[in-house]
């Protein structure tokens, strides 16, 4: 692998809100390409314009440098306060304002975990995403970290300051209990055993983190051995939760890959993964009725006869109300369960997305609001859903929630 120092222009992604599976608002990379190597990741597809993925990692050396410009541009300086002058983009003056004399809603960065792993072999050398943990530090932040590598605990000292602060949150994808098929879809990743290992020091130091199971591999990874194998790792070593999701292949250099690695190593399993993705779907998603298991629904059976949460934990931030992040879980628990366990059109998630990014946004705490009799004025939004989010704050579910998790529960147990 040849490592290219290269000076990044910028750093942060567009801002996100009210996502469902990792609760980021905005992401970044150290590194352009990763050493990793895994035979399904999206990174190597031609949307990323990463011509020799394979062959290459350029480092991002100037990135903490670029991500302190940028936060200060957003509206933050490191010790964490709002500058009045500088308004959040969804936010109006006013709301601004008096966000800016409590404080602001810090967004949720996620420092690793998109198309490129911050904690590969590189970081050993360069040490790029410790130096953003430290900007980061310096702001406060919240920070969410993705890996399929070890090396995190080198940076334990940092992430117990920052979760001192604001929180860490580090989750590891593991995606294969079985070492050697590790070995042939993740080759340069630390083993299954050392990530299980690393979550357990990251739990026992106080830190929040969990299991990201995804992609799980049609006929290879979705079996009930593999499934059930991750999900009583993960409850052993203290996971908050594990979460199951199925594999998008883009058609082109992702799949065509893929697909090469599969023939040399699992030549049975050719035709079947051949006729899921036949349909060569932009995003890359999958013939819905072809797959053989639904991973989200035997993933749900699984984590409950384990004993394990299988979504993915949404916490508090500085400045967020605890009854705002109640029901934002709630809301985004229905648009997970819907959208990706039932495969139910956006459409008829909607209206729960767009009350939930309009939380998220920022507005003052719900009990109050609902105290005041405004929740469906502030939240622009439905007396019925207002009677939803009122449900919520005093039940902590709703009618809606517990009916699709009576059906989703009802196809479980059959996956």
Not at 239 to 248: H, K, L, S
Not at 292 to 311: A, F, H, K, S, T
Not at 356 to 375: K, M, P, Y
Request: aromatic fraction near 8%.
């Amino acid at each position: 692998m040849q490592y290219e120092p290269i000076k990044a222009k910028s750093l942060l992604s567009k801002p996100m809100v009210a996502d469902g599976w990792f609760h980021v608002n905005r992401g970044l990379n150290a590194y352009r390409g990763c050493e990793h190597l895994c035979a399904y990741c999206d990174g190597m597809a031609e949307h990323y314009h990463v011509d020799n993925f394979l062959t290459q990692v350029q480092v991002k050396e100037n990135a903490p440098e670029i991500l302190r410009r940028e936060l200060i541009k957003a509206g933050f300086t490191p010790r964490g306060h709002f500058q009045e002058g500088t308004l959040l983009p969804y936010l109006s003056r006013t709301d601004a304002l008096r966000i800016a004399r409590q404080g602001p809603r810090a967004p949720v960065i996620g420092v690793c975990g998109g198309v490129s792993d911050g904690y590969q072999p590189a970081e050993r050398q360069y040490q790029v995403t410790r130096r953003i943990l430290e900007t980061l530090l310096d702001f406060e932040m919240p920070v969410f970290v993705l890996t399929k590598s070890a090396l995190v605990l080198r940076d334990l000292d940092l992430l117990k300051e920052i979760h001192e602060r604001a929180f860490a949150n580090v989750v590891f994808t593991i995606t294969l209990h079985d070492e050697e098929a590790k070995k042939v879809f993740e080759p340069h990743s630390s083993a299954t055993w050392e990530r299980f290992d690393a979550l357990k020091a990251i739990r026992r130091a106080g830190l929040f983190g969990g299991v990201m199971a995804t992609p799980i591999i049609p006929s290879i990874g979705d079996t009930e051995e593999n499934m059930r194998g991750l999900a009583g790792d993960a409850k052993r070593v203290g996971a908050e939760f594990i979460q199951f999701g199925g594999m998008t292949l883009k058609p082109g250099r992702q799949k065509e890959h893929f697909l090469r690695i599969v023939k040399e190593h699992f030549p049975k399993q050719l035709a079947l993964l051949e006729s899921v993705y036949a349909n060569n779907d932009r995003y890359g998603s999958p013939i819905r009725e072809r797959l053989p298991v639904n991973v989200m629904l035997r993933g749900r059976r699984i984590c409950q006869e384990v004993g394990i949460r299988d979504r993915s934990v949404r916490h508090t931030v500085h400045s967020e109300p605890e009854a705002n992040r109640r029901v934002l879980q709630v809301l985004l628990d229905i648009v997970f369960y819907q959208s990706f366990a039932l495969g139910m059109r956006w459409t008829q998630s909607k209206v729960y997305q767009q009350l939930a990014a309009t939380i998220e946004a920022g507005v003052e705490n719900l009990e109050d609001l609902r105290r005041e009799r405004r929740l469906a004025e502030r939240l622009a939004t439905t007396p019925e859903m207002a009677r939803v989010v009122e449900e919520i704050l005093d039940h902590g579910s709703c009618a809606q929630l517990d009916a699709l998790l009576t059906r989703v529960d009802a196809l479980a147990r059959t996956a």
